[in-house]
């Protein structure tokens, strides 16, 4: 909104010129999206509390959680969507859809989040919105949003492959007449994968919100690349129109991020719930596809993958053989059944988060 104002001012005053630079935008997205989400939280906390809109613990979960979190509340997820939102409005170019798809998915995911959470505290269960309805609301949003991109032009049915230079599979060239739709379904599996692998990661304080804030960081480098003529061409990497645009939301992102932790860090004051965790997956998703690094994502996203991935091999181990690879699932568990501090367990995922973001960097010049 900002950049539409003021930069027709720029042939007045030298000063507005700044907002035409993505890098000067995306650098106060991210203070506006953290100031606002810095002040909402004390308030907020206050009112879910008065509220009793509280996390509902597990009774199958470790001893410690039950003891230490119940009556800390949730949705916290909130005020990080609001501020996201309001600092991707103001500094990013509204006339790229890139950037509207993005906020679309942000807020369908959330709002799906939201019911969730709000049956949980309703009915005083950690059930909450049956299992096949999520699936169903997750690939109907991104679905909706990827069919308009697909139709628009805006998103191409190609993968790239990273390690490889200008190597991608096209989804049209295979000979298949509407083959290329392929394309929105396997979109849809990396929104819907990308959330739930968020969601499961949102067992302690602060683990989540670590990896998030890398993952937003990281696509932030990958979308200036990605919408940059010269540095796309340099470093053999897809071209997309506009992509710059989601360096402005990915660091908006990172600023929430920073806000929330503030409050959720051990001991947490509130936890994101599903209104976070799912809209957070679905934008580090939506990132992934807008700015063509899905295979990359699983490096990126590698905390989320390890977390998806153990549930899987746990559930198909005891289906099985009746055996438990993990004392339990997802992994995170597993450590505190070890008896690992949650603090140790944190800040080694987030370790192991940077670690892979700068693995998945060094992609761009092995090519």
């Known amino acids: 909104m900002l950049y539409h104002l003021l930069t027709p001012l720029a042939d007045q005053h030298q000063f507005f010129n700044l907002f035409r630079y993505i890098t000067f935008r995306t650098a106060w997205g ?3 999206s953290l100031a606002i989400c810095y002040a909402l939280y004390p308030w907020f906390i206050n009112y879910m509390k008065a509220k009793r809109v509280e996390q509902i613990i597990r009774d199958d979960g470790p001893q410690e959680h039950i003891e230490n979190k ?4 949730t949705m916290g997820g909130v005020p990080m969507i609001l501020s996201i939102a309001i600092s991707t409005l103001l500094w990013a170019r509204l006339d790229q859809p890139v950037v509207w798809m993005a906020l679309a998915i942000l807020l369908g995911y959330g709002a799906l989040g939201f019911i969730d959470d709000w049956k949980k505290v309703m009915q005083r269960s950690s059930d909450g919105l049956a299992g096949r309805w999520k699936l169903v609301g997750q690939f109907g949003i991104g679905g909706g949003v990827l069919a308009y991109g697909f139709v628009t032009g805006v998103i191409s049915p190609e993968l790239s492959l990273p390690f490889l ?4 599979v096209d989804f049209s060239q295979f000979g298949v007449e509407g083959l290329a739709w392929a394309y ?10 990308t959330s739930n692998a968020v969601n499961l990661t949102d067992g302690l304080d602060g683990l989540a919100i670590g990896p998030v804030m890398t993952s937003g960081l990281t696509f932030a480098i990958l979308a200036y690349i990605a919408g940059n003529t010269k540095f796309s061409g340099y470093l053999s990497v897809p071209y997309v129109s506009g ?4 360096a402005v939301f990915s660091v908006a992102i990172v600023g929430a991020g920073l806000g929330f932790l503030w409050y959720n860090t051990y001991p947490a004051q ?3 719930g599903d209104v976070g965790s799912l809209s957070l997956g679905g934008a580090l998703g939506i990132l992934a596809i807008l700015t063509k690094n899905e295979i990359l994502l699983v490096l990126v996203g590698g905390i989320f993958v390890l977390e998806a991935v153990s549930v899987i091999l746990q559930v198909g181990s005891y289906k099985l053989t009746g055996k438990r690879i993990f004392l339990m699932a997802p992994i995170h568990h597993h450590y505190e059944k070890k008896g690992w501090s949650e603090p140790k367990i944190i800040v080694r995922f987030w370790i192991i988060s940077i670690l892979m973001a700068l693995v998945a960097l060094t992609t761009l010049k092995v090519r």
């Open 270 to 272: 509130i936890f994101m």
């Open 30 to 32: 991210m203070v506006t």
């Open 184 to 193: 929105v379904l396997f979109g849809m599996v990396v929104l819907t994968g």
């Open 70 to 73: 119940v009556g800390t509340p």
């Open 165 to 168: 230079k200008n190597t991608v």
């Open 243 to 246: 992509a710059g645009e989601l």
